[in-house]
Structure formats: structure tokens, C-alpha cells
């Protein structure tokens, strides 16, 4: 049964950073590539960033390139997500998923399968 659980959201004041953490579990992590979106309320899911099964592709939204840093470690089966100088802007929930089988994702959502539950970011002003 595949899961993928986000950790690591919260509460922090603008130009702060956080964490974000999505554990997977399953077969074969590094089969997979994962993405990271967000969705604010009242608006539709966004793309904010991927990473290919090796970790040596990545990919960024153009609103978060240079903030935002995402990394794996498939001994762990964990992808993270590093938000640097956050903004009020960067408020929502965001999502981990698991990318189709073998291949790198980006912004297309059908490009995944599964998802995780979200975790909740608030940045304040």
C-alpha cells in the first residue's frame, strides 16, 4: 500500500523559513518521482516543485526558484522541501505525490498518482 505522509508545516512570520518533510512508503522509492504543490483557498492546486528517483533533476515554479529547495533521501524515503524567505503569499496547504512510474513530472497533475494529506503553512505579515 503506498502512502505519503507531509510534516512540517506551521505558523511563522514573513522571511522565515521552514521544512517541509514527505515520507513515503512503498515499494521502490527511487522508481518515483515527487512533486510538492500547494493550494491556497479559493484557488486550484498549484506546482511548486519536483525531483526526479535519482535526486540529480529538479524542477521549480518560477514563484518560488531561489527561495524553495527540494531534496530526497531515498535511504530515509523522504523527500523535503526547504522554504526560505517566505512571504505571505506562500500561505496554503501544501501536498506531496508520487510521479508516474520511471519518469521526471512537473506541473501536470495527472502526471501523479498518489497523494499525501497536506500540511498546513501560515505565513504571517
Known amino acids: 500500500q503506498v502512502q505519503l505522509v507531509e510534516s512540517g508545516g506551521g505558523l511563522v512570520q514573513a522571511g522565515g523559513s521552514l521544512r517541509l518533510s514527505c515520507a513515503y512508503s512503498g515499494r521502490a522509492f527511487t522508481w518515483y518521482a515527487v512533486g510538492w504543490f500547494r493550494q491556497a483557498p479559493g484557488r486550484e492546486r498549484e506546482f511548486v516543485a519536483s525531483i526526479s528517483g535519482s535526486g540529480h533533476d529538479t524542477r521549480y515554479a518560477d514563484s518560488v526558484k531561489g527561495r524553495f529547495t527540494i531534496s530526497r533521501d531515498n535511504a530515509k524515503d523522504t523527500v523535503y522541501l526547504q522554504m526560505n524567505t517566505l512571504k505571505p503569499e506562500d500561505t496554503a496547504v501544501y501536498y506531496c505525490?508520487?510521479?508516474?512510474?520511471?519518469?521526471?513530472?512537473?506541473?501536470?497533475?495527472?502526471?501523479?498518482?498518489?497523494w499525501g494529506q497536506g500540511t498546513q503553512v501560515t505565513v504571517s505579515s
Open positions: 505525490a508520487r510521479g508516474l512510474q520511471f519518469r521526471m513530472v512537473g506541473p501536470a497533475v495527472n502526471e501523479y498518482d498518489y
